[in-house]
Nanobody
Framework: QVQLVESGGGLVQAGGSLRLSCATS????????IGWFRQAPGNEREFVGS???????SYGAAVKGRATISRDVAEKTVYLQMSSLQSEDTAVYYC???????????????WGQGTQVTVSS
């Protein structure tokens, strides 16, 4: 069982930045790919980016160049740093885990509860 807990969401002004955290359990980071997704009301869950067990990262088109995913293996935590935030970035942000890799929510087996990010203009 993989446990994921997001934190760090809140209200951010347009143009600002934030860092979200995803605390994981056990040896998740040495085995699983951790992905970040977001979901705005009425929209499907959207791929933000991921970091594989080897540390390889990938990013979705909507955030490429504005997002950085990193991890602290000792702390068992994955981070999502985003900058130049706009109202379109307002969503619930989730971290998720897959034993494979993938760009789609259906590729992921375990999910955190999500953390709300609201960007005010």
């Amino acid at each position: 069982q993989v446990q994921l807990v997001e934190s760090g969401g809140g209200l951010v002004q347009a143009g600002g930045s934030l860092r979200l955290s995803c605390a994981t359990s056990g040896h998740t980071l040495s085995t699983w790919t951790i992905g970040w997704f977001r979901q705005a009301p009425g929209n499907e869950r959207e791929f933000v980016g991921s970091i594989g067990w080897s540390g390889t990262t990938s990013y979705g088109a909507a955030v490429k160049g504005r997002a950085t995913i990193s991890r602290d293996v000792a702390e068992k935590t994955v981070y999502l740093q985003m900058s130049s935030l706009q109202s379109e970035d307002t969503a619930v942000y989730y971290c998720a885990a897959t034993i494979r890799s993938g760009l789609w929510a259906r590729d992921y087996d375990y999910w955190g509860q999500g953390t709300q990010v609201t960007v005010s203009s």
